[in-house]
Protein backbone atom coordinates (compact mmCIF):
# COMPACT_ATOMS: atom_id res chain seq x y z
CA UNK A 1 0.00 0.00 0.00
CA UNK A 2 1.61 3.57 -1.01
CA UNK A 3 2.21 6.05 1.31
CA UNK A 4 -0.34 8.25 0.08
CA UNK A 5 -2.71 5.18 1.23
CA UNK A 6 -1.98 5.63 4.21
CA UNK A 7 -1.11 8.88 5.16
CA UNK A 8 -5.08 9.44 3.59
CA UNK A 9 -6.67 6.95 5.41
CA UNK A 10 -5.40 7.76 8.80
CA UNK A 11 -6.24 11.12 8.11
CA UNK A 12 -10.17 10.06 7.30
CA UNK A 13 -10.09 7.43 10.00
CA UNK A 14 -8.44 9.35 12.50
CA UNK A 15 -10.17 12.54 12.17
CA UNK A 16 -11.39 13.81 15.95
CA UNK A 17 -15.16 14.90 16.10
CA UNK A 18 -15.07 18.76 15.78
CA UNK A 19 -16.79 21.30 18.32
CA UNK A 20 -19.67 21.56 15.79
CA UNK A 21 -20.19 17.90 15.29
CA UNK A 22 -20.17 17.34 19.35
CA UNK A 23 -23.20 19.23 19.66
CA UNK A 24 -24.76 18.83 16.43
CA UNK A 25 -28.01 17.77 18.30
CA UNK A 26 -27.85 21.62 19.69
CA UNK A 27 -27.39 23.21 16.47
CA UNK A 28 -30.55 21.24 15.30
CA UNK A 29 -32.43 22.63 18.43
CA UNK A 30 -31.53 26.23 17.62
CA UNK A 31 -32.20 25.88 13.65
CA UNK A 32 -35.73 25.07 15.34
CA UNK A 33 -35.88 27.94 17.10
CA UNK A 34 -34.63 30.19 14.50
CA UNK A 35 -36.28 28.11 11.14
CA UNK A 36 -39.57 28.40 13.20
CA UNK A 37 -39.26 32.07 14.40
CA UNK A 38 -38.03 33.27 11.34
CA UNK A 39 -40.93 31.76 9.31
CA UNK A 40 -43.29 33.17 11.66
CA UNK A 41 -41.49 36.79 10.97
CA UNK A 42 -40.64 36.81 6.98
CA UNK A 43 -43.12 34.10 5.22
CA UNK A 44 -42.41 35.85 1.75
CA UNK A 45 -39.14 34.95 1.86
CA UNK A 46 -39.60 31.82 2.52
CA UNK A 47 -42.42 31.35 0.14
CA UNK A 48 -39.59 32.80 -2.05
CA UNK A 49 -36.83 30.33 -1.63
CA UNK A 50 -39.79 27.41 -2.51
CA UNK A 51 -40.82 28.43 -5.89
CA UNK A 52 -36.81 28.96 -6.89
CA UNK A 53 -37.00 25.40 -8.48
CA UNK A 54 -35.92 23.91 -12.49
CA UNK A 55 -37.30 20.71 -12.89
CA UNK A 56 -38.81 19.91 -9.16
CA UNK A 57 -35.14 20.66 -7.58
CA UNK A 58 -35.08 23.75 -5.16
CA UNK A 59 -32.05 25.70 -6.91
CA UNK A 60 -30.82 27.11 -3.24
CA UNK A 61 -31.20 24.57 -1.78
CA UNK A 62 -28.93 21.91 -4.47
CA UNK A 63 -26.13 24.60 -4.37
CA UNK A 64 -26.47 24.48 -0.04
CA UNK A 65 -26.21 20.44 -0.52
CA UNK A 66 -23.45 20.82 -2.96
CA UNK A 67 -21.57 23.05 -0.53
CA UNK A 68 -22.05 20.11 2.10
CA UNK A 69 -22.06 16.73 0.01
CA UNK A 70 -18.44 17.74 -1.99
CA UNK A 71 -15.90 18.60 0.88
CA UNK A 72 -17.78 15.01 2.33
CA UNK A 73 -16.88 13.37 -1.02
CA UNK A 74 -13.60 15.24 -1.25
CA UNK A 75 -12.41 13.10 1.62
CA UNK A 76 -13.08 9.72 -0.04
CA UNK A 77 -10.12 7.72 -2.06
CA UNK A 78 -11.69 5.73 -4.75
CA UNK A 79 -8.12 4.08 -5.24
CA UNK A 80 -8.99 2.21 -1.58
CA UNK A 81 -11.28 -0.08 -3.91
CA UNK A 82 -8.26 -2.14 -4.76
CA UNK A 83 -7.98 -2.99 -1.35
CA UNK A 84 -11.40 -4.19 -1.25
CA UNK A 85 -10.49 -8.15 -0.14
CA UNK A 86 -8.03 -7.08 2.60
CA UNK A 87 -11.15 -7.71 5.13
CA UNK A 88 -13.52 -9.01 2.86
CA UNK A 89 -15.52 -10.83 5.52
CA UNK A 90 -16.43 -7.15 7.25
CA UNK A 91 -16.57 -5.50 3.95
CA UNK A 92 -19.64 -8.47 3.24
CA UNK A 93 -21.62 -7.94 6.21
CA UNK A 94 -21.19 -4.34 6.13
CA UNK A 95 -22.74 -4.65 2.23
CA UNK A 96 -25.13 -6.81 3.42
CA UNK A 97 -26.42 -4.48 6.44
CA UNK A 98 -25.98 -1.30 4.39
CA UNK A 99 -28.14 -2.91 1.15
CA UNK A 100 -29.61 -5.64 2.38
CA UNK A 101 -31.27 -5.08 5.49
CA UNK A 102 -31.28 -1.75 6.87
CA UNK A 103 -33.42 0.22 4.08
CA UNK A 104 -36.18 -3.03 4.02
CA UNK A 105 -35.87 -2.51 7.99
CA UNK A 106 -36.17 1.34 7.87
CA UNK A 107 -39.79 0.39 5.67
CA UNK A 108 -40.90 -1.97 8.26
CA UNK A 109 -40.89 0.24 11.09
CA UNK A 110 -41.95 3.23 8.96
CA UNK A 111 -45.30 0.58 8.19
CA UNK A 112 -45.35 -0.22 12.00
CA UNK A 113 -44.83 2.69 13.92
CA UNK A 114 -45.95 5.41 11.79
CA UNK A 115 -48.41 3.64 9.83
CA UNK A 116 -50.40 2.09 12.58
CA UNK A 117 -49.15 2.15 15.99
CA UNK A 118 -48.69 6.43 16.01
CA UNK A 119 -51.20 6.65 13.62
CA UNK A 120 -54.17 8.68 15.88
CA UNK A 121 -51.27 11.16 16.91
CA UNK A 122 -50.07 12.13 13.46
CA UNK A 123 -51.59 14.17 10.78
CA UNK A 124 -53.40 11.75 8.20
CA UNK A 125 -52.80 13.79 5.65
CA UNK A 126 -48.61 13.38 5.62
CA UNK A 127 -48.52 9.43 6.98
CA UNK A 128 -47.26 8.27 3.83
CA UNK A 129 -44.66 11.51 3.82
CA UNK A 130 -43.19 10.51 7.02
CA UNK A 131 -43.06 6.69 5.70
CA UNK A 132 -41.16 7.83 2.64
CA UNK A 133 -39.19 10.33 4.91
CA UNK A 134 -37.51 7.65 7.04
CA UNK A 135 -37.47 5.18 3.76
CA UNK A 136 -34.94 7.90 1.87
CA UNK A 137 -32.90 8.44 5.45
CA UNK A 138 -32.37 4.66 5.97
CA UNK A 139 -31.43 4.37 1.98
CA UNK A 140 -28.09 5.43 1.79
CA UNK A 141 -25.23 4.86 3.96
CA UNK A 142 -22.86 7.63 5.78
CA UNK A 143 -20.12 9.25 4.32
CA UNK A 144 -18.47 11.50 6.54
CA UNK A 145 -19.23 11.02 9.97
CA UNK A 146 -18.43 7.30 9.64
CA UNK A 147 -15.04 8.67 9.99
CA UNK A 148 -15.28 10.20 13.62
CA UNK A 149 -17.02 7.00 14.87
CA UNK A 150 -15.05 4.63 12.99
CA UNK A 151 -11.91 6.77 15.17
CA UNK A 152 -13.51 6.67 18.21
CA UNK A 153 -14.18 3.04 18.57
CA UNK A 154 -10.59 2.32 17.28
CA UNK A 155 -11.33 1.13 13.94
CA UNK A 156 -8.70 -0.13 11.38
CA UNK A 157 -8.23 3.17 9.24
CA UNK A 158 -8.04 1.08 6.00
CA UNK A 159 -11.35 -0.52 6.39
CA UNK A 160 -13.20 2.46 6.96
CA UNK A 161 -12.18 3.96 4.13
CA UNK A 162 -12.24 1.46 1.51
CA UNK A 163 -16.02 0.43 2.89
CA UNK A 164 -16.84 4.32 2.45
CA UNK A 165 -15.75 4.52 -1.34
CA UNK A 166 -17.27 1.43 -2.01
CA UNK A 167 -20.67 2.15 -0.94
CA UNK A 168 -20.25 5.49 -2.68
CA UNK A 169 -20.11 3.51 -6.05
CA UNK A 170 -22.96 1.44 -5.01
CA UNK A 171 -25.08 4.47 -4.01
CA UNK A 172 -24.91 5.49 -7.60
CA UNK A 173 -26.81 2.66 -9.01
CA UNK A 174 -28.25 1.14 -6.11
CA UNK A 175 -30.03 3.96 -4.54
CA UNK A 176 -32.74 5.32 -6.62
CA UNK A 177 -34.26 1.36 -7.27
CA UNK A 178 -34.35 0.78 -3.97
CA UNK A 179 -35.87 3.85 -2.84
CA UNK A 180 -38.29 3.63 -5.84
CA UNK A 181 -39.19 -0.14 -5.00
CA UNK A 182 -39.95 0.93 -1.11
CA UNK A 183 -42.11 3.74 -1.74
CA UNK A 184 -44.25 1.93 -4.91
CA UNK A 185 -44.71 -1.11 -1.89
CA UNK A 186 -46.09 1.79 0.77
CA UNK A 187 -48.25 2.65 -2.38
CA UNK A 188 -46.41 6.54 -2.70
CA UNK A 189 -46.56 7.66 -6.25
CA UNK A 190 -42.84 7.53 -7.44
CA UNK A 191 -41.70 10.48 -9.81
CA UNK A 192 -39.03 8.96 -11.33
CA UNK A 193 -37.63 11.63 -13.61
CA UNK A 194 -37.34 13.80 -9.89
CA UNK A 195 -35.89 10.76 -8.45
CA UNK A 196 -33.16 10.13 -11.32
CA UNK A 197 -32.17 14.03 -11.74
CA UNK A 198 -31.68 13.81 -7.29
CA UNK A 199 -29.16 10.78 -7.99
CA UNK A 200 -27.70 12.73 -10.53
CA UNK A 201 -27.56 16.39 -9.22
CA UNK A 202 -26.64 14.87 -5.46
CA UNK A 203 -24.73 11.55 -6.02
CA UNK A 204 -23.44 11.02 -9.67
CA UNK A 205 -21.53 14.72 -10.39
CA UNK A 206 -20.14 15.36 -6.47
CA UNK A 207 -18.75 12.14 -6.80
CA UNK A 208 -17.00 13.04 -10.59
CA UNK A 209 -16.64 16.71 -9.13
CA UNK A 210 -14.47 15.35 -5.67
CA UNK A 211 -13.08 12.51 -7.31
CA UNK A 212 -10.93 14.90 -10.31
CA UNK A 213 -10.51 17.64 -7.73
CA UNK A 214 -9.36 15.36 -4.95
CA UNK A 215 -6.77 14.09 -8.06
CA UNK A 216 -5.42 17.37 -8.96
CA UNK A 217 -4.89 18.71 -5.55
CA UNK A 218 -2.66 15.61 -5.08
CA UNK A 219 -0.97 15.23 -8.15
CA UNK A 220 0.45 18.60 -8.58
CA UNK A 221 2.67 17.06 -5.55
CA UNK A 222 3.68 13.79 -6.95
CA UNK A 223 7.04 13.84 -6.01
CA UNK A 224 6.01 14.80 -2.48
CA UNK A 225 3.04 12.72 -1.58
CA UNK A 226 3.26 14.39 2.12
CA UNK A 227 3.13 17.99 0.34
CA UNK A 228 -0.16 16.59 -1.68
CA UNK A 229 -2.11 15.24 1.45
CA UNK A 230 -1.29 18.50 2.97
CA UNK A 231 -2.60 20.66 0.33
CA UNK A 232 -5.73 18.24 0.36
CA UNK A 233 -6.13 19.06 4.00
CA UNK A 234 -5.78 23.02 3.72
CA UNK A 235 -8.55 22.57 1.17
CA UNK A 236 -10.84 21.00 3.63
CA UNK A 237 -10.28 23.26 6.06
CA UNK A 238 -11.12 26.28 4.13
CA UNK A 239 -14.42 23.97 2.89
CA UNK A 240 -15.18 23.00 6.27
CA UNK A 241 -17.01 26.48 7.19
CA UNK A 242 -19.14 26.65 4.09
CA UNK A 243 -20.18 22.96 4.52
CA UNK A 244 -21.50 23.47 8.50
CA UNK A 245 -23.03 26.47 7.26
CA UNK A 246 -24.76 25.40 4.33
CA UNK A 247 -26.21 22.56 6.80
CA UNK A 248 -27.44 24.93 8.98
CA UNK A 249 -29.11 27.15 6.58
CA UNK A 250 -30.93 24.69 5.19
CA UNK A 251 -32.01 22.89 8.23
CA UNK A 252 -33.37 26.93 9.14
CA UNK A 253 -34.93 26.99 5.37
CA UNK A 254 -37.07 23.66 6.62
CA UNK A 255 -37.93 24.37 9.73
CA UNK A 256 -39.27 27.76 8.33
CA UNK A 257 -41.53 25.89 6.24
CA UNK A 258 -42.20 23.20 9.14
CA UNK A 259 -43.13 25.62 12.10
CA UNK A 260 -46.79 25.86 11.76
CA UNK A 261 -46.95 21.89 11.54
CA UNK A 262 -44.66 21.61 14.52
CA UNK A 263 -46.50 23.76 16.74
CA UNK A 264 -49.71 22.79 16.28
CA UNK A 265 -48.59 19.24 16.80
CA UNK A 266 -44.85 19.33 18.63
CA UNK A 267 -44.92 15.55 19.41
CA UNK A 268 -44.54 14.62 15.71
CA UNK A 269 -40.55 15.01 16.18
CA UNK A 270 -40.62 12.44 19.36
CA UNK A 271 -43.06 10.05 17.05
CA UNK A 272 -40.45 10.07 14.53
CA UNK A 273 -37.37 9.45 16.16
CA UNK A 274 -38.89 6.23 17.66
CA UNK A 275 -38.46 4.10 14.22
CA UNK A 276 -34.96 5.74 13.88
CA UNK A 277 -33.30 4.63 16.92
CA UNK A 278 -34.85 1.86 16.77
CA UNK A 279 -33.04 1.27 13.55
CA UNK A 280 -29.97 2.59 14.35
CA UNK A 281 -29.30 0.15 17.33
CA UNK A 282 -31.10 -2.92 15.36
CA UNK A 283 -28.72 -2.78 12.31
CA UNK A 284 -25.43 -2.24 14.54
CA UNK A 285 -26.23 -4.90 16.15
CA UNK A 286 -27.06 -6.94 13.52
CA UNK A 287 -23.05 -5.69 12.03
CA UNK A 288 -21.60 -6.18 15.09
CA UNK A 289 -22.86 -9.58 15.59
CA UNK A 290 -22.28 -11.27 12.17
CA UNK A 291 -19.04 -9.52 12.51
CA UNK A 292 -18.03 -11.80 15.68
CA UNK A 293 -19.78 -14.93 13.43
CA UNK A 294 -17.70 -14.80 10.76
CA UNK A 295 -14.90 -14.06 13.22
CA UNK A 296 -13.59 -10.72 11.82
CA UNK A 297 -11.53 -8.56 14.27
CA UNK A 298 -12.92 -6.30 16.56
CA UNK A 299 -11.42 -3.19 14.99
CA UNK A 300 -13.22 -4.12 11.74
CA UNK A 301 -16.51 -5.16 13.45
CA UNK A 302 -16.38 -1.53 15.56
CA UNK A 303 -16.80 0.62 11.83
CA UNK A 304 -18.50 -1.97 10.18
CA UNK A 305 -21.46 -1.88 13.04
CA UNK A 306 -21.16 1.69 12.74
CA UNK A 307 -21.49 2.34 8.79
CA UNK A 308 -24.27 -0.35 8.93
CA UNK A 309 -26.25 2.06 11.07
CA UNK A 310 -25.58 5.33 9.91
CA UNK A 311 -27.47 7.14 7.25
CA UNK A 312 -26.67 9.59 4.83
CA UNK A 313 -29.11 12.89 5.91
CA UNK A 314 -27.25 15.43 3.66
CA UNK A 315 -28.55 13.09 0.85
CA UNK A 316 -32.04 12.10 2.52
CA UNK A 317 -33.07 15.74 3.22
CA UNK A 318 -32.20 16.98 -0.60
CA UNK A 319 -34.09 14.18 -2.02
CA UNK A 320 -37.26 14.26 -0.07
CA UNK A 321 -37.13 18.19 -0.99
CA UNK A 322 -37.17 17.26 -4.49
CA UNK A 323 -39.71 14.67 -4.50
CA UNK A 324 -42.20 16.17 -2.16
CA UNK A 325 -41.21 19.97 -1.23
CA UNK A 326 -39.97 21.88 1.60
CA UNK A 327 -43.68 21.70 3.79
CA UNK A 328 -43.67 17.61 3.44
CA UNK A 329 -43.66 15.09 6.38
CA UNK A 330 -40.64 13.49 3.98
CA UNK A 331 -38.72 16.50 4.69
CA UNK A 332 -39.34 16.85 8.36
CA UNK A 333 -38.63 12.85 8.88
CA UNK A 334 -35.38 13.04 7.46
CA UNK A 335 -34.31 16.31 9.37
CA UNK A 336 -35.19 14.39 12.82
CA UNK A 337 -32.48 11.97 11.81
CA UNK A 338 -30.07 14.66 11.88
CA UNK A 339 -31.36 15.58 15.46
CA UNK A 340 -30.79 12.48 16.70
CA UNK A 341 -27.84 11.31 14.96
CA UNK A 342 -24.82 11.76 17.62
CA UNK A 343 -26.74 10.89 20.68
CA UNK A 344 -27.52 7.19 19.33
CA UNK A 345 -23.98 7.00 17.51
CA UNK A 346 -22.12 7.77 20.33
CA UNK A 347 -24.40 5.37 22.10
CA UNK A 348 -23.45 2.96 19.59
CA UNK A 349 -19.91 3.60 19.93
CA UNK A 350 -19.99 3.43 23.48
CA UNK A 351 -21.16 -0.30 23.49
CA UNK A 352 -18.75 -1.42 20.96
CA UNK A 353 -15.78 0.06 23.33
CA UNK A 354 -17.23 -1.79 26.21
CA UNK A 355 -17.75 -5.19 24.86
CA UNK A 356 -14.28 -5.54 23.36
CA UNK A 357 -13.15 -8.46 25.67
CA UNK A 358 -16.94 -10.57 25.44
CA UNK A 359 -16.19 -10.04 21.45
CA UNK A 360 -12.49 -11.25 21.34
CA UNK A 361 -13.56 -14.30 23.45
CA UNK A 362 -14.45 -17.07 20.55
CA UNK A 363 -11.39 -18.72 19.52
CA UNK A 364 -10.04 -17.45 15.81
CA UNK A 365 -10.46 -13.96 16.57
CA UNK A 366 -7.47 -11.16 16.22
CA UNK A 367 -6.76 -8.83 18.99
CA UNK A 368 -6.95 -5.79 18.45
CA UNK A 369 -2.45 -5.18 18.62
CA UNK A 370 -2.89 -7.76 15.80
CA UNK A 371 -5.28 -5.88 13.99
CA UNK A 372 -4.25 -2.45 14.02
CA UNK A 373 -0.77 -3.31 15.52
CA UNK A 374 1.15 -0.03 16.69
CA UNK A 375 4.27 1.80 14.61
Not at 69 to 80: E, S, W, Y
Not at 219 to 236: F, V, Y
Request: proline share 5%; net charge neutral; charged share 10%.
Amino acid sequence: MSVQCETTAKTSAGAAMGFFERYLTLWVALCIVAGIGLGHLVPQFFQTIGRLEIAHINLPVAVLLWLMIVPMLLKIDLKALKNVGQHWRGIGVTLFVNWGIKPFSMALLGWLFIGYLFRGWLPEDQIDSYIAGLILLAAAPCTAMVFVWSNLSRGEPHFTLTQVALNDVIMVFAFAPIVALLLGMSSIIVPWETLLLSVLLYIVAPLLIASLWRRVLLSSHDKNEMAGQQKLQRTLDVLHPWSLSALLVTLILLFGFQGEQILRQPLVIVLLAVPILIQVIFNSAIAYLLNRAVKSPHCIAGPSALIGASNFFELAVATAIALFGFESGAALATVVGVLIEVPVMLLVVRVVNATVDWYEKPEGIKSYDVCCPPE
